[in-house]
């Protein structure tokens, strides 16, 4: 009941030619000014704004494949150097059984050596020895022998003489000093 009576009093309802003829000739200039003046300018600024973005879009493609083509240039130059690595580490490996192989090869070479000298200068030493005890067994034999024929002894003087003797070679005077107290 109240909206009837407020909507006849309003002026909104009612038709008016005359204000429908001015409300459609002032849309129409405001319409023809708005595309004189502004819409020429706001059109152009869209389109620039378009073209922008498309720029900005077509230049993060470019950079986002090239990023992608330094990833893998790294990835290989990555997987390169490890490569490498490996390969360094295994040929200083290499080298480095190389080398001990050689050094021990080389320590046993010369410990054969020295053994081999060793055992020649023993022997020569026991030879030089032999030859030795040998000249003084034919010295000593020729001193008994020359004793024995000046003189003719009985058992009891040949003992004498052997113990006197034996005394005067080096090393027999603590022999004989035990062989006397036992």
Do not use: C, Y
Request: a positive charge.
């Amino acid at each position: 009941m109240f909206l009837p009576s407020v909507l006849a009093a309003s002026s909104f309802v009612e038709v008016r030619p005359g204000l429908i003829f001015w409300t459609i000739v002032t849309f129409v200039i405001v319409l023809l000014v708005l595309r004189a003046k502004a819409w020429g300018p706001i059109l152009s600024l869209v389109e620039e704004r378009e073209k922008q973005i498309t720029n900005a879009i077509e230049s993060a493609k470019r950079e986002r494949a090239e990023a992608e083509k330094l990833l893998a240039d790294q990835k290989t130059a990555i997987a390169e150097a490890r490569r490498e690595a490996a390969e360094t580490t295994r040929r200083v490996q290499a080298d480095m059984e190389k080398f001990r192989d050689e050094l021990m090869a080389k320590s046993r070479k010369e410990a054969e050596e020295l053994k081999l000298s060793a055992r020649r200068e023993i022997e020569d030493q026991k030879a030089k020895a032999i030859a030795e005890v040998r000249a003084m067994a034919v010295d000593l034999a020729m001193e008994v022998a020359g004793k024995l024929i000046n003189e003719r002894m009985d058992d009891a003087k040949h003992r004498a003489l052997a113990e006197q003797f034996v005394q005067g070679l080096p090393g027999a005077t603590s022999a004989t000093a035990t062989r006397r107290s036992a």
